[in-house]
C-alpha cells in the first residue's frame, strides 16, 4: 500500500497532467462524438422511414397483384363462355350438317324417282310412238285403199 503522501503526489500528478491538456480537444470529441450520433439518428430515422415507405410500396405491389389476378380469373371466367359458346357453335354445325346429309338423302331419292319417271316416260313415248306409226299405216293403207276404189269405179 501506499502512503497518504503518495496517493496525494499522485493525485497532484494527474491533475497537472489533465491541466496540461487543452479542454478544446476534450470539447472537440465531445462535440465530434455528439455529431456522430445526431448524424446517426438522423440516418436510422431515414432508414425507417425508408423501410416504412418500402413496406407501403410492398403492400401497393401486392394489391395491384391481387387485382391483376382477379383480372385474370375474369379473363379466364371470359374464355371459358367463349369456348362454350364455339362448343355450342360446333354442335349447331353438327345438327346443320345431318340436316345437310338428310336433304341429300331426300335429293338421291328425287333423283330415282324422276330417273325411273325418265324410264317411264320413254318407255311410254316409244310405246306411244309404235301406236302412232302403226295408226298413220293404217291411215295410209286406208286412204290408198279408198282412193284406188274411187279410181276404179268410176
Same mark, same amino acid.
Given at each position: 500500500?501506499?502512503?497518504?503522501?503518495?496517493?496525494?503526489?499522485?493525485?497532484?500528478?494527474?491533475? *497537472? &497532467?489533465?491541466?496540461? +491538456?487543452?479542454?478544446?480537444? $476534450?470539447?472537440? $470529441?465531445?462535440?465530434?462524438?455528439?455529431?456522430?450520433?445526431?448524424?446517426?439518428?438522423?440516418? =436510422? !430515422?431515414?432508414?425507417?422511414?425508408?423501410?416504412?415507405?418500402? &413496406?407501403?410500396?410492398?403492400?401497393?405491389?401486392?394489391?395491384?397483384? =391481387? +387485382?391483376? !389476378?382477379?383480372?385474370? =380469373?375474369?379473363?379466364?371466367?371470359?374464355?371459358?363462355? &367463349?369456348?362454350?359458346?364455339?362448343?355450342?357453335?360446333?354442335?349447331?354445325?353438327? +345438327?346443320?350438317?345431318?340436316?345437310? !346429309? *338428310?336433304?341429300?338423302?331426300?335429293?338421291?331419292?328425287?333423283?330415282?324417282?324422276?330417273?325411273?319417271?325418265?324410264?317411264?316416260?320413254?318407255?311410254?313415248?316409244?310405246?306411244? $310412238?309404235?301406236?302412232?306409226?302403226?295408226?298413220?299405216?293404217?291411215?295410209?293403207?286406208?286412204?290408198?285403199?279408198?282412193?284406188?276404189?274411187?279410181? $276404179?269405179?268410176?
Amino acid at each position: 500500500m501506499l502512503a497518504k503522501e503518495d496517493l496525494l503526489e499522485i493525485e497532484r500528478m494527474v491533475e *497537472q &497532467i489533465i491541466a496540461r +491538456q487543452p479542454e478544446v480537444k $476534450n470539447n472537440a $470529441n465531445v462535440r465530434y462524438e455528439l455529431d456522430l450520433r445526431e448524424r446517426t439518428v438522423r440516418v =436510422e !430515422e431515414e432508414l425507417k422511414h425508408q423501410r416504412d415507405l418500402m &413496406i407501403k410500396g410492398f403492400d401497393a405491389m401486392e394489391k395491384r397483384f =391481387e +387485382q391483376m !389476378e382477379k383480372r385474370f =380469373e375474369q379473363v379466364d371466367k371470359r374464355f371459358d363462355q &367463349i369456348d362454350k359458346r364455339f362448343e355450342h357453335t360446333d354442335k349447331r354445325f353438327e +345438327q346443320v350438317d345431318k340436316r345437310f !346429309e *338428310q336433304v341429300d338423302k331426300r335429293f338421291e331419292l328425287m333423283d330415282k324417282r324422276f330417273e325411273d319417271m325418265r324410264k317411264d316416260m320413254n318407255t311410254g313415248f316409244m310405246e306411244m $310412238n309404235r301406236r302412232l306409226d302403226r295408226f298413220m299405216y293404217w291411215t295410209l293403207g286406208l286412204v290408198v285403199s279408198a282412193t284406188l276404189l274411187v279410181i $276404179n269405179f268410176k
